[in-house]
């Protein structure tokens, strides 16, 4: 079945520490998204890439890190910069960087740091 | 500004009883609004694209329709496994084909 994949589902760190999250899509989308999601917010920006080897800040970048080294996979370090790193973290794909399609989604990984 | 506004933010309704959501979008040159279902917990779950004022697209108690400021989410006798977070997004101008999303309606359905 072709789809998104993040793991882990749940991850708990040490304020401190840098964490990967990891993103892996097997639906050869051009595009790959990261989003974060903090409770009664809508989804807001990481970072995006539109093709390999290069990627955009998005509207909250500050703190996080990604590369884009194969079309299948974006992985996303949260570093110790980041302020305030515990939240729901999405990974998305779109088939095409010319128009606007449809994003699809993974199923989230749960990020808290103590 | 690109921005979406959805309303309410919360929504109770009794099993079949029918009602709509919005969403509302300041955006230059649309192309393109979505639709998403959230799950707690979940990632979203894409519904519906809609592109030009007018347009209607329908899948089980769902219809989405759109017009040149907003559109709606009518939901036509709602079951109890329709209760979700809905979702509404537009493509940013200002990133490529990334989506800027509303805060999104809770939907509550009760038998």
């Known amino acids: 079945d072709g789809g998104i994949t993040q793991s882990p589902k749940y991850l708990f760190r040490k304020e401190g520490q840098n964490v990967t999250l990891s993103c892996e899509q097997n639906?050869?989308?051009?595009?790959m998204y990261w989003y974060r999601q903090d409770p009664g917010q809508g989804l807001r920006l990481i970072y995006y890439?539109?093709?390999?080897?290069?990627?955009q800040k998005g509207d909250i970048a500050e703190g996080y890190s990604v590369s884009r080294e194969k079309k299948e996979s974006f992985p996303l370090t949260v570093t110790s910069a980041q302020k305030n790193p515990t939240a729901f973290y999405l990974c998305?794909?779109?088939?095409?960087?010319?128009?606007?399609?449809?994003?699809?989604f993974g199923p989230g990984t749960r990020l808290t740091v103590t | 500004e690109d921005q979406v506004t959805q309303s309410p933010e919360a929504l109770r309704l009794q099993e079949g009883e029918s009602s709509s959501l919005n969403c509302s979008y300041t955006v230059s040159g649309l192309r393109g609004l979505f639709w998403y279902r959230q799950d707690p917990g979940k990632g979203p779950e894409f519904l519906f694209t809609l592109y030009s004022a007018g347009e209607e697209k329908e899948k089980e108690r769902l219809k989405a329709t759109l017009t040149k400021k907003e559109s709606f989410l009518h939901i036509t006798a709602p079951k109890p496994e329709d209760s979700a977070t809905y979702l509404c997004?537009?493509?940013?101008?200002?990133?490529?084909?990334?989506?800027?999303f509303g805060k999104g309606t809770t939907l509550s359905v009760s038998s």
């Open positions: 997004a537009v493509p940013s101008n200002q990133a490529g084909t990334a989506l800027i």
């Open positions: 998305a794909s779109s088939r095409d960087t010319s128009s606007s399609y449809e994003q699809y």
């Open positions: 890439s539109q093709i390999v080897n290069d990627f």
């Open positions: 639906l050869n989308h051009d595009a």
